[in-house]
């Protein structure tokens, strides 16, 4: 199996996404990092207990804000580890070489298994690249607001595990994607679309209808943003102003993300032991 690895991994390092997609992740990480500090520490404003309108940091602490501010650009960090995965396995038929794939390694169960483990290696990598980002880009502007860069470090430690782990499992459920999906450009368009404007739009609306609203919490985006537990600590009405009000618990939004992708997963797996290769 770590042949099959180490197979993988050496087939996505000779390709230029090996080092594209790690400079884009820390870029995309800094840029919104940033974003997020300015809003949060420079210039933004929300309403305070009186009714006067008062800084977030003020509300919220400043363990909460580096929080959020170091996590600012997670939306388009799980979309680029859904891109790595959709292109880790679509890229085999887009380049014609899942025959040869095959070939070399007849039991498609442990093709499966080994580009999965091969998939969560890259992504963790770029994961990293991310965060490197982030604190970077965000760290400049908690300085410059005379925010304490780590004022929780243990606790900020876990956040950024959990920003990790939810990385790993978009990969996941964009290999899935790409396995269903073999034309890789329809791949791309498909999961970019529901994951940056379909299904967050679609989980906000039904929010308004009653006999469904407590569905929304379950979408991959709110669980997302509740396994990251961004708002622990907050009070809830400060934290309803960002949308954190009424959200899983951590733990089991995890869990919820990680059935989206097992589900994933297991019909990629299916669909590649059954599907008819020339």
Do not use: C
Request: hydrophobic share 55%; net charge negative.
């Amino acid at each position: 199996m770590m042949t099959l690895v180490r197979a993988e991994l050496r087939k996505t390092s000779t390709t230029r996404i090996s080092w594209t997609m790690p400079v884009a992740m820390f870029l995309v990480g800094g840029l919104f990092a940033a974003l997020q500090g300015f809003a949060l520490v420079s210039f933004g404003e929300i309403p305070g207990p009186d009714g006067q309108t008062i800084a977030p940091v003020e509300a919220f602490g400043e363990t909460a804000i580096a929080r959020l501010v170091y996590t600012g650009g997670f939306q388009f960090g799980y979309l680029l580890a859904l891109v790595l995965g959709i292109l880790s396995m679509s890229g085999e038929f887009r380049h014609q070489t899942i025959t040869g794939t095959l070939l070399s390694t007849p039991r498609r169960g442990r093709l499966i298994l080994g580009k999965l483990l091969a998939l969560a290696v890259v992504v963790t990598l770029n994961g990293l690249a991310f965060i490197a980002g982030s604190l970077v880009g965000g760290g400049l502007i908690l300085l410059s607001g005379d925010v304490a860069l780590f004022p929780d470090a243990g606790g900020l430690v876990l956040t950024l595990l959990r920003l990790l782990l939810v990385l790993v499992l978009w990969g996941l459920i964009g290999f899935g994607l790409g396995v269903l999906v073999t034309n890789q450009v329809v791949a791309l368009f498909a999961g970019i679309a529901i994951a940056l404007l379909v299904e967050p739009l679609l989980s906000f609306l039904i929010q308004f209808l009653d006999p469904v609203a407590e569905a929304a919490r379950y979408f991959p985006s709110q669980a997302t943003t509740a396994a990251l537990d961004l708002y622990a600590g907050v009070d809830a009405e400060a934290a309803d102003i960002f949308g954190g009000g009424d959200l899983l618990t951590w733990w089991v939004a995890a869990l919820v993300l990680l059935g989206y992708a097992l589900v994933m997963t297991v019909l990629g797996w299916i669909v590649t032991a059954r599907r008819d290769v020339a």
